[in-house]
């Protein structure tokens, strides 16, 4: 039981520390919207990801990594509606 | 030890340019991120030249620089925030010319990810703090300072995390010595994610936040955050404290608010717009960029715009109390990722894409007629300031630094016809796009080509006196005659030189400190400077065949294999030395090696024998003439060089003994510079023919010239040994140049002519040649006959030339139709001047057209001579993606070219209202191409491949194979996969189709289909 304990404190450390981290209770919203910032954060971090994207679409590295960070407030619009049972 | 990669061509791109005094001088440096390379450039305030200083493979990805001074020093310290998951100080130590790290704190995971910090730099303008951030959630503050023996020192990072918000920009607020404070462009999106009715989002605010860090209570805390309308990307920090108001510039999308704590209001400005400008009206206009000057009486900031204008801005204040921003358009260069201005009046460039520049600061634009605008100026919301964009006023060019990126295509091959092959690389985006032919070879700048009577065998330069910095004269030697000539404004024949012009010269060199030698068949003429002349006659009817000379000594071969060794002595008196060496064959080549400083003689005498061997011979006293080491030759030696080179002064150089072959091959081999045993040698080929070995000076340090079928430079350049030929003809002798005009050149020989040339771009290890282009290009082929290639270039986000000229006509006529009745005459005046305006794309770029809109052409160019031989432009959104070159069945003695293309294609989400595939009939020659039919299909053409006299031709999902008809190409087959075609290649002899696709998280998005033999079925057998 204390071991239990242990590992579950353990995760909920771990999900404070780094964002995005899954629990059981995730679902499909949380995981994808994670994975677009995600990848998003990684577009801005790779400079020449950033100069890829910026030739395919003609804009300037500034406004393609504005963009981005745009994106990333809420990359896959609003989440599911909660349904009462799952409290 | 890890091997990691290196790559041929360092990445050129510039992301990242912080300047400061890294060297601790009054000079100003400019530090460069290049990718995975950090460099150090310094542009020479007299020549204007920017010189790399050094370029260090950091082998991980550089994503924001910063330089930063302690309060009261004198040196800029770099720190790097990388994928590392470290913060890296730096200090760049010039003696030894290299980075040393300082610091190296690591904080977190390595790899470009959300919440690991590297993404931002700030510093606390007084040099006290650095905050190092990530795109979300985490921000380390670390305080820097220095200890007693004034070392920096860093603390332990202090946290000023916040979960669920996203960071646009971070800065460091001047506030003189009060606690460090930075702002920072954020947004909390934790009601976005827990509202399902979407209400949060359109409600959702970029806040203006401050951290402050408490140097008392060593914490940092979240100060104020107060919610902007308009949602910005980058901050300007406004000299504070005894220099100015302190305070930020956010730089919205339109506008510049200018924001400070206290009772400071808000001033706000928007950012003025062209006039009659082409660009979607929609669009809204970012700052790129921005750049700060400050003196002790003024500052001012340089912002550029998204097209590359820019702006001065000025800021009026009122006790403390910013009143007015005033905002003034300065001058038009490219997008920049980065611009530093220095304090010798430079502006320094680093653009997104192309060539990155170097300008001078002309004029600060203070008294000119443009018009000044200012935020006190009344508008209506959504209005903005007009300006007029005109060629370059307050900056002058003065230099451009290379740069290939982005390559979007390339082909290696030798289409030129030369020995060696090329890489045509199609690079740039838009208007500034080019093809460049890369030769590997140094480029070389002819400055004088004169003509000689005859063919000459051998050419020197000598020096007056060793004080004297430039060359004095160059002999010229011929079959049976000497040639003198002298250098100065022009060069001239003399005959009072004192050498002896009848006969051919072997060598001649400046000897002691003002005497000159000649070493000529029969004899050595010594000439001492007071004109007075001795002679050393050969004995009998031996003659001399080699020799060798250095400062103080002469060594020379008779026929026959009999070294004879001469010394300068005290009074400048050539004192043969007693004995003679006699060899057990005939001396081929000989080479000495220079006096080192502060000695008399150098030690080691190099002699290269007939019986393929080379000799190292003593020249000490005590053991004078003595052999010491001997190395075999795989082949006849043609000539010898003993150089020091490589090594500063800390590490010291090694001397080294370069062989040149008969068979075309340069051996360098390290000499104990104390035993002259021979080591560790390194073997080359040249050319095919014989090598031979000049000493010069590149840069100060000795270098080596090698001339075989091609001539080549061996140097030493940034710690390391470069061995590069030069994009030059073929050259048969050459020596070191040093002139007024030149101080740095070679004098050589080619056929019967003299030339004089100046190798500048040290380091470089292509040759580049450019031709431009007017598009983006994304795929270019080559057709192998003719070595033409066909390119196709496409724009996203672009008018054709048709179209834009349909919309400037248009607006002409706009521009009349609103005027009133009483100003037509002048309406039609100014629409007639901007009908006639044409301001170069190439300098103040295209206009953007808006978001699906597409411009293609499709070009049959020669990338040898940049010769444009056909262009064939698109209609209006349709976009070019692949082109091949296909031969039909049916048609078996024609080339055909395929152009696929996709109409009004949307990019977010893909979207696509069909495609079309041109089909074009190639010249047999390869020099014209005529459009045959215009095939329309269903969905975007992306993939396009020759397959068993057909073409295989990826639309959309369905991969299709097509064959030749008169009005169109007819569809035989198809097969569908489940996402988009991009690429196809064909493995023809298993038969099989490679496929690239699209959107497949996979790290290997291929298809392999194979094809079965029985008609045009395809079978897919192994998926996913």
Not at chain 2, 359 to 371: K, T, V
Not at chain 2, 494 to 522: E, R, W
Request: aromatic share 8%; net charge negative.
């Amino acid at each position: 039981m204390a071991e239990r304990f242990h590992v579950l404190s353990q995760l909920e450390h771990l999900q404070s520390k780094y964002v995005g981290t899954g629990h059981s209770d995730m679902n499909r919203w949380d995981w994808v919207t994670n994975h677009h910032r995600d990848s998003y954060a990684s577009y801005i971090g790779h400079p020449d990801v950033l100069s890829l994207m910026a030739v395919c679409e003609n804009e300037s590295r500034t406004r393609i990594k504005f963009n981005f960070l745009q994106r990333m407030i809420s990359p896959c619009g609003p989440p599911p509606e909660k349904n009462p049972l799952d409290d | 030890m890890h091997l990691y990669n290196l790559t041929l061509q360092k990445p050129t791109a510039i992301n990242q340019a912080v300047h400061g005094s890294f060297a601790g001088t009054r000079q100003q440096e400019i530090c460069v991120g290049r990718g995975k390379v950090l460099e150090l450039l310094r542009p020479d305030p007299n020549t204007g030249k920017v010189h790399t200083l050094v370029s260090h493979e950091v082998f991980g990805i550089i994503r924001s620089l910063l330089a930063f001074r302690l309060t009261g020093g004198t040196k800029d310290y770099i720190v790097v925030g990388s994928d590392a998951g470290r913060i890296v100080v730096l200090e760049y130590n010039p003696t030894k010319n290299c980075f040393e790290r300082v610091h190296q704190e690591t904080f977190g995971k390595t790899g470009c990810r959300r919440v690991i910090p590297g993404q931002y730099l700030a510093v606390d303008p007084k040099g006290r703090a650095i905050l190092i951030g990530a795109s979300e959630k985490q921000k380390l503050v670390y305080i820097m300072n220095r200890d007693a023996a004034a070392n920096l020192t860093i603390s332990s990072p202090l946290e000023a995390h916040k979960g669920y918000s996203i960071c646009f920009s971070v800065v460091g607020i001047d506030v003189g010595f009060e606690n460090p404070t930075f702002a920072c462009l954020e947004v909390d999106y934790e009601d976005v994610d827990n509202d399902p009715t979407g209400e949060a989002m359109k409600k959702v605010q970029q806040t203006l936040t401050f951290y402050e860090l408490d140097l008392g209570l060593n914490h940092v805390v979240r100060k104020y955050a107060e919610p902007l309308d308009e949602m910005g990307n980058n901050l300007i920090s406004v000299p504070g404290g005894q220099d100015g108001p302190s305070g930020v510039i956010v730089c919205c999308e339109n506008y510049l608010i200018y924001k400070n704590l206290g009772d400071q209001p808000d001033i706000r400005c928007p950012i003025p717009r062209r006039r009659n400008d082409l660009d979607d009206p929609e669009r809204g206009m970012l700052i790129v960029c921005s750049a700060t000057h400050k003196t002790k009486s003024m500052f001012f900031f340089l912002v550029q715009s998204e097209q590359g204008d820019i702006f001065k801005i000025t800021l009026e204040t009122d006790e403390d109390i910013v009143t007015e921003m005033k905002i003034k358009y300065f001058d038009t260069v490219p997008p920049a990722n980065a611009m530093c201005i220095l304090k010798t009046g430079f502006l320094f460039i680093a653009s997104e894409f192309g060539n990155h520049y170097l300008y001078q600061i002309a004029r600060l634009g203070d008294d000119d007629d443009e018009p000044e605008f200012s935020s006190r100026m009344p508008l209506e919301e959504g209005e903005t300031f007009f300006f007029a964009p005109r060629p370059l006023q307050n900056l002058s060019l003065v230099d451009e630094l290379e740069s290939l990126a982005p390559v979007l295509a390339s082909h290696v091959g030798d289409l030129a016809n030369e020995d060696a092959p090329q890489i045509y690389a199609a690079c740039g985006r838009g208007p500034r796009s080019s093809v460049k032919v890369l030769r590997h070879g140094l480029e070389v700048t002819e400055m004088a080509v004169s003509e000689l009577p005859g063919n000459p065998n051998a050419v020197w330069t000598v020096r007056r006196s060793v004080d004297d910095e430039y060359d004095a004269h160059i002999v010229v030697s011929f079959v049976n005659a000497t040639l003198v000539l002298s250098i100065g404004e022009t060069v001239e024949e003399v005959t009072d030189s004192g050498f002896l012009g009848t006969t051919p010269t072997l060598a001649c060199s400046l000897i002691g400190d003002d005497a000159l030698l000649q070493i000529y068949p029969d004899g050595i003429r010594h000439i001492r400077s007071d004109r007075r002349v001795n002679e050393w006659k050969a004995p009998g009817k031996r003659s001399i065949v080699k020799c060798a000379i250095n400062q103080r000594q002469v060594a020379i071969a008779l026929s026959g294999g009999e070294i004879v060794y001469f010394e300068l002595d005290a009074t400048g008196q050539l004192n043969e030395y007693t004995e003679r060496k006699e060899l057990s064959s005939e001396v081929v080549c000989m080479g000495l090696s220079e006096v080192p400083q502060g000695e008399l003689r150098a030690r080691f005498l190099a002699v290269g024998l007939a019986d393929r061997t080379v000799r190292i011979i003593s020249l000490d006293p005590q053991d004078c003439l003595a052999p010491l080491s001997m190395q075999a030759l795989p082949a006849d030696s043609e000539s010898l060089a003993i150089v020091e080179m490589g090594g500063d002064e800390t590490t010291g150089s090694a001397l080294f003994l370069n062989i040149g072959l008969q068979n075309g091959v340069l051996l360098r081999t390290v000499l104990d510079h104390l035993t002259g045993d021979l080591s560790d040698t390194r073997t080359r080929y040249l050319g095919t023919r014989p090598v031979k070995l000049f000493k010069v000076k590149m840069q100060g340090k000795n270098a080596l010239l090698a001339t075989s079928s091609r001539a080549w430079l061996l140097y030493f350049y940034q710690n390391r040994f470069h061995l590069t030929p030069l994009s030059y003809d073929t050259l048969e002798y050459a020596a070191g140049f040093a002139s007024e005009q030149c101080p740095e050149g070679v004098v050589a020989i080619a056929a019967n002519t003299l030339r004089i040339l100046a190798l500048e771009k040290l380091g470089a290890v292509f040759n580049q040649m450019t031709h431009p282009l007017t598009r983006t290009p994304r795929r270019m082929i080559v057709h192998q006959q003719s070595g033409n290639v066909i390119l196709i270039e496409t724009d996203h986000n672009a008018y054709t030339d048709e179209t834009k000229q349909q919309r400037r006509q248009q607006m002409a006529e706009e521009m009349v139709e609103l005027a009133g009745e009483d100003e037509q005459e002048l309406a039609a005046e100014m629409a007639a001047q901007f009908l006639q305006e044409n301001l170069s794309e190439k300098e103040f770029n295209a206009p953007r057209a808006a978001y699906g809109m597409w411009a293609s052409v499709v070009r049959l160019m020669n990338p040898v001579n940049g010769n444009k031989l056909q262009d064939f432009p698109l209609p209006q959104n349709e976009a070019a993606f692949c082109v091949a070159i296909v031969t039909f069945a049916n048609q078996p003695d024609a080339q055909f070219v395929l152009v696929g293309a996709s109409n009004r294609l949307k990019l977010r989400p893909r979207q696509c209202s069909g495609g079309y595939v041109y089909t074009f009939l190639l010249s047999t020659q390869g020099d014209h191409m005529d459009l045959i039919h215009k095939t329309a299909v269903d969905e975007a053409v992306n993939a396009i491949v020759g397959f068993r006299g057909m073409a295989l031709i990826g639309v959309g999902r369905l991969l299709r194979i097509y064959d030749l008809g008169k009005r169109k190409l007819l569809r035989k087959c198809e097969n569908k996969v489940k996402t988009p075609l991009l690429r196809l290649y064909t493995l023809s002899t298993f038969e099989k189709i490679l496929i690239a696709r699209s959107n497949t998280p996979s790290p290997l998005p291929h298809h392999v289909l194979t094809a079965q033999r029985q008609r045009c079925s395809c079978n897919k057998s192994q998926s996913e």
